[in-house]
Structure formats: C-alpha cells, structure tokens
C-alpha cells in the first residue's frame, strides 16, 4: 500500500480529520463501515487531497503504508472494540492503530494491553475541537508508546491547531494517559461553562439585564484575561434573537442540560482518587438538577424564588462577577490539574502540565489566553503542588476573592443558585484554612468506630476510651 495513514470512521469527525489530513498532503486511505459514507466523502471532497476509498476493511488495511496506520473514529464503546478486532486480523506487528474517539480511559489501558500482546502499537488520542476543530486543527491527546509516536506524532502535529508556529498537539504519556487528559479537559470544561452560566444568571436574574445587554457584557471580557473561546461563544449565543418569536433565543431553549457523560466520568475518577473536584463536581450536579423534571415539578411548595439585587454601582458589580468568574476559573482549573497529577501517580504516567496547558491553548473547547499562564507556572516549577498558589496566579487569585466572597453573598441572599461559585469559595477557604474541622471528625470517628487519630504534639496512632473513662492510649 502507499496511503500514508487511514481514517476509519466517517461520520463528522472522522470525514473532518480526513479532509484535514488530505488538504496537508498526506495520502489518506478511507474506510467507513457501510459504504455510502465513503462515497460520500469521495464525492463532495474528493478534491481536496488525494483519498483512498475501500468498501472492505482488508482492502483499506493493504492500501497503507508501512508501518501502517489507522485511525478510529467510530462511535465509542463496542464500535471501537469490533474495529480494533477487524484492524488487527490484517494488520502486522508493528502497525499502530489510534483511537481518536471519545473512549473512557480505562478501556484504553485495557485495549492497548490487548493490541500489545498482538504484537501492535495502540494510541488512544484525546482529540478536542468539534467537528470544526477537526477540519480546521483540533487539539490532539494522544498516549502510547514513545516508539508509535515517532511515527504518528509529525502527522497529527501537522494538522493540529497552532499557536505561534507551535503545534497543539504533544505526546502525553503511556496507554490511557491521552485519554484521561481529554477527560479531564472535558471536565474543566463543563466547569468553565457552569461557571459562564453562573455569571449570566447573576447579571439576569440580579442586575435584570437582557440578553443582549449581557453579550456586550461578555464581549468586553474579552479584552481582559477572560478571554477565551467559552466566553466569546456565550456572547454570540445571548445575542442570538429567535427567528420565529422574535425573542432572544435563550428564553425559547429548554433549561434543561444534557451530557455525554465525560463529566461524569471525570467526577467518578476524582472520588475513586480522593481528588476534589468540586467545580467540576458541582457543574454536572448542576446539569442533573436542570434535567430532573420530577424534582422541578415537584418544588411548587417551596418558597424564596429570586429576587433582584439591590445593586448600587452598576459597573462595580459587573466587575465582581466578572472577578468572581475569573478566580472560581482559576480554582477548576487547578483542581483539574490535580487530579491530572493523581492520575499521573496511580497509572504511572509522566505528563508534563505545562506542555497540556500549551496544546490547550488552541483547538479546543477550553482554549483560553488564560492557559499560557498555566503553562508559564508549570515551566517554572514542574512539580508545582497546587497551581493557583502559583506566585503568578495567588496574587491574582488573592485580588479577586474579595469579589468573590460578596457575589456568593448576594447570590444567596438573593436566592440565585450558584454552586460553582460558592464551592470555589469554600475550596479556596478550605484548602488555605490553617486549621479544618476535620479534626473533630476524627474525634467523633474515633468515639463511634474506634478509627483512631494523630496528635498535633507527638508521634503515634492514638484512642481514647469513650465508653470506659476516656483515658487516652497509643495504638501504634
Ligand atoms: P458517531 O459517534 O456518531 O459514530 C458514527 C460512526 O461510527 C459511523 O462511522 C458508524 O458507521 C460507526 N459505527 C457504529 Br455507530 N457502529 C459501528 C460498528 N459496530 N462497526 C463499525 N463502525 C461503526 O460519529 P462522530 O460524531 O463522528 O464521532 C466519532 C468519535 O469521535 C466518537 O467517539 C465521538 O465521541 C468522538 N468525538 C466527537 C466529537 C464531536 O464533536 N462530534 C468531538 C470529539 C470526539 P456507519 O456509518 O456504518 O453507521
């Protein structure tokens, strides 16, 4: 064969990374389980580049290069399993196949451990960016091994996004490790749009502005160090006025939020790994209550419906929330990469923060100016232990807690709900406290379940006789 690399799957995103790949000069052979979506492809933009159809997947195999490679981009879940199976039944040792689909990381350990055992490289590559992204340049995940990426990596780096001449595409780590980063910056983003939609409420419902007046709201924030892709879209979406009724088109959407699932994927790993994430945390819970007609319905009974704020300075206000929204990012973000980091140590993956941060910077749904910050303090300090104590971003953070502190106030007075806000809060509070209350809770573990404590003063395990006479004894 001669395709320099194949793309199997051609729903959206996989006809987009084609054209992508084709429109760079790469030879690209194309297989899609029923044909028509090749044809399709050949069809409308056959043009574009030089594309290489097969009907059977034995003919796409034998169409490519030494070593070979393809490219999934099917449905995840079991459609990936049957591809890898299909793949390499006619591949040979040392061909690579990469996942570029939205596969749950642990099915990535386990599926490269299968490809391994074959004799074959498998990559699982996070990719971010949407369909456009996918033409245009997305943002490329991919983990495997370093051998597969020598291969691999100058092709997708090619057609990934760019910031300055660089790509957004960097080899990430072993097995599932692209694979988890992209769940992650799934999770951040969930957090990072709850926390938009927090900011819009509070300029709604408090401060009563129209949807308009809150996209120029929104579009002046672009010129600050909110800029970025989320803020310039909720923009474009307040200011979008429904063709039939006339009226934003905001207030004829449902206000209910669904999800795919990555969010909660991301909630479930930081639990298995005692990592909080409550930003992400809060902003799936948020969606769940959004989606829980029942409860919704059910609420008529319950009173203090929200109320205006009693705002004196206008301008003064906008800018809390917008330093509010500003410090709570900052928070998500630094959980999110805690739990990157927690990943690193249970999976036994070396990811460099700094250089994730970078090929976040363009390509996809996160991308912010923001992340060059992120980047800038994980180049100085790769072991950084907690991002937003960073000495570029604690003063920043520090100058907007403030602002915080009095936007959660209003918006519980207020009755406006914000549970991104206010659990950002209460981890800053948290995490800065020098003393929790964590420490009754150990006394009260110990009184009914004998769980023990440590002692600020000594060494040792101690238990305090509860039930006798409370004399305190060493345990270990
Ligand atoms: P879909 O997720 O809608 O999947 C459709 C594709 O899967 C078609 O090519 C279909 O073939 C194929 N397929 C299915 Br379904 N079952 C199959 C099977 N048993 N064997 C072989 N092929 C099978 O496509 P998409 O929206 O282009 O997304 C592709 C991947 O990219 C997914 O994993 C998705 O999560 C991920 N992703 C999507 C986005 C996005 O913005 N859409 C962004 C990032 C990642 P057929 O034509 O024969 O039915």
Redesign the pocket.
Known sequence: GTADIGV?????????LARNLARNKYSVAVY???Y??TETLIAEHGHEGTFVPSADIADFVASLSRPRVAII????????D??ID?LAEHMDEGDIIV?????YFKDTIRREQACQARGLHFVGA??????E??LEG?SIMPGGTAESYARLGPMLEQISAHVDGEPCCAYISTDGAGHFVKMVHNGIEYADMQLIAEAYDLLRQGLGDSPAQIADIFESWMGTELNSYLIEITSEVLRQNDAETGKALVDVIVDAASQ?GTGAWTVQTALELGVPVTGIGEATFARGLSSSPTQRSASGPLEGHATPIAVADREVFIEQVRQALYASKIVAYSQGFDLIQAGADEYGWEINKGDLAKIWRAGCIIRAVFLGDITEAYADNPDLPLLMADEKFAPKINECIPALRQIVAHGALAGIPLPAFSSSLSYFDGVRADRLPAALIQGQRDFFGAHTYLRVDREGVYHTEWSADRSESRWS
């Open positions: 199997v799957g051609l729903a959206v995103m996989g006809a987009n899609n389980r029923s028509g979506r981009l099917v449905q995840a879940g079991s459609a990936t049957a591809i299909q996942d570029c689909g939205n596969a996070g990719i971010s960016g949407g369909e992204g996918a997305p795919k």
